[in-house]
């Protein structure tokens, strides 16, 4: 008896790599488990191992390329509207790469609690996700004043809120939603930066002068919104 649906599709063998690897990893531990394993595991050879991943380390990840592809391509064909809010949106796209695989996420979450090499590594992850968005915000107002400035404080805002969302969905064992979670997180990013960085201020001539008094151990960024009201204040007022 034939099956009518064909042949079962074999998986991509970076998948089947990358499963393997985890799987030894929850059984083994990380730093007990050896590249030679791995491969035994999955039945190829060692450079086919490399040639998909440069080291352990990137096979815990291995989604994280396809997302960063996804979130460049995503922000290349943003239109003209609050860059903020674009931004905000691709971080969304990683929200959705973990939420795909919620069991597989709730692992590895507890997997690079256990192993500091694998924190470092998700931290340079982190890093380059943010690079991405404070580069793309920084093109979007080239030429204002602190463009760089305001693309990296804005960026790391919105990467340190997506984490909070995403971390506390992880803690609790991938239950509930975690976009509600994420969400939340973001709209303070929204409300903190959305107008406000819309339009960056324009150069102040020679004659300006702002002086902005704020308490001790206030926070940066509310010390950054502050200069931001200050500098908008003035405007208003020259041009009325």
């Given at each position: 008896m034939t099956d009518d649906r064909g042949p079962t599709k074999k998986p991509p063998m970076r998948d089947v790599l990358a499963e393997a690897a985890f799987a030894?990893?929850?059984?083994?531990?990380f730093e007990r488990t050896t590249v030679d394993d791995i491969?035994?595991?999955?039945?190829?050879?060692?450079?086919?191992?490399?040639?998909?991943?440069p080291s352990k380390e990137d096979a815990v990840f291995p989604d994280h390329e396809r997302c960063l592809a996804d979130m460049t391509a995503f922000l290349e064909a943003a239109g003209e509207g609050d860059p903020?809010?674009?931004?905000c949106e691709a971080a969304r796209l990683v929200l959705r790469m973990y939420a795909e695989k919620p069991e597989f996420s709730v692992q590895r979450y507890r997997l690079t609690r256990e192993v500091p090499?694998?924190?470092?590594?998700?931290?340079?992850?982190?890093?380059r996700y943010e690079r991405t968005m404070a580069g793309y915000m920084e093109r979007r107002w080239s030429g204002a004043p602190d463009a760089a400035l305001r693309a990296e404080v804005i960026a790391a805002s919105v990467v340190a809120a997506h984490n909070n969302g995403l971390r506390s969905w992880l803690r609790s064992g991938g239950r509930g939603d975690a976009g509600a979670e994420v969400d939340r997180a973001l709209?303070?990013?929204?409300?903190?930066?959305?107008?406000?960085?819309?339009h960056p201020p324009a150069p102040a001539t020679e004659d300006d002068v702002i002086v902005?008094?704020?308490?001790?151990?206030?926070?940066?960024?509310?010390?950054?919104?502050r200069i931001e009201s200050a500098f908008g204040e003035e405007r208003g007022a020259t041009e009325r």
């Open positions: 030894l990893f929850m059984e083994r531990g491969v035994a595991s999955a039945g190829v050879g060692r450079r086919s191992f490399f040639r998909y991943f903020v809010e674009a931004v090499g694998l924190r470092t590594y998700e931290l340079s992850v982190v890093r709209e303070l990013v929204r409300a903190v930066w959305g107008s406000a960085a819309e902005m008094i704020a308490p001790k151990g206030a926070p940066m960024w509310r010390v950054v919104q």
